[in-house]
């Protein structure tokens, strides 16, 4: 059981890899939904890439933006937005190298129990967007976590021309990444970030 009240400040951590900025735009919106909730706060991450060469390595501190995950930002979160741009239907192989090496929090528990959403961007429309986000529940699964969706009671996910599903936040970012966020992708990200952080409070309390 959490030692957490419901009246001091809990942390949910917005994880994501992004190549060309979709993901990590959908990341930012997620956070400002999170940081909606009274007592929860959004504490950006991401992930180095990974390199086909082996001697090549990343600096300890990205060029911009947020800084690298570290295993403690796992531990001390209250919930897990996941995000990745898709793969061949499947996370970046960034994102899955960073999971890979997560033994040591399935070993102690450190994530059972805790709210987990997922979010992904993709080049074109039906680009593996749903087989993206739950090959990404798989691991989380795995960790004990609760899995949070969207559900129909957000109209955008009936209306969308663009991204949206039921298990998670898209984006349809076109071949070239030209395509901004749409307005109903948006309401959904602040949306998820929201649910995400309300389950996180409760769940801690």
Not at 17 to 45: D, F
Not at 47 to 71: K, L, W
Request: charged letters at 15%; aromatic letters at 6%.
């Amino acid at each position: 059981m959490s030692t957490h009240s419901m009246n001091s400040d809990i942390n949910v951590l917005v994880l994501y890899y992004s190549r060309h900025g979709a993901t990590r735009q959908l990341a930012e919106l997620i956070a400002e939904g999170v940081e909606s909730v009274p007592g929860v706060t959004a504490r950006l991450r991401t992930v180095p890439a990974i390199s086909a060469v082996s001697e090549a390595t990343e600096s300890d501190i990205p060029a911009s933006g947020p800084p690298y995950v570290e295993n403690k930002d796992l531990q001390e979160c209250a919930g897990l937005a996941l995000g990745s741009p898709t793969r061949f239907g499947n996370m970046a192989s960034a994102m899955k190298y960073f999971l890979d090496n997560t033994t040591s929090e399935w070993l102690s528990g450190s994530l059972v129990g805790k709210p987990a959403c997922v979010f992904t961007s993709t080049g074109s429309m039906h680009g593996g967007q749903e087989s993206t986000l739950l090959s990404m529940m798989i691991p989380l699964m795995h960790h004990g976590m609760v899995i949070v969706g969207l559900p129909y009671s957000h109209p955008e996910l009936m209306n969308t021309q663009t991204g949206g599903t039921p298990y998670g936040v898209t984006h349809f970012a076109k071949a070239d990444g030209s395509a901004p966020i749409s307005a109903d992708e948006k309401k959904l990200a602040i949306a998820q970030g929201k649910r995400l952080a309300e389950m996180a409070r409760k769940l801690s309390a």
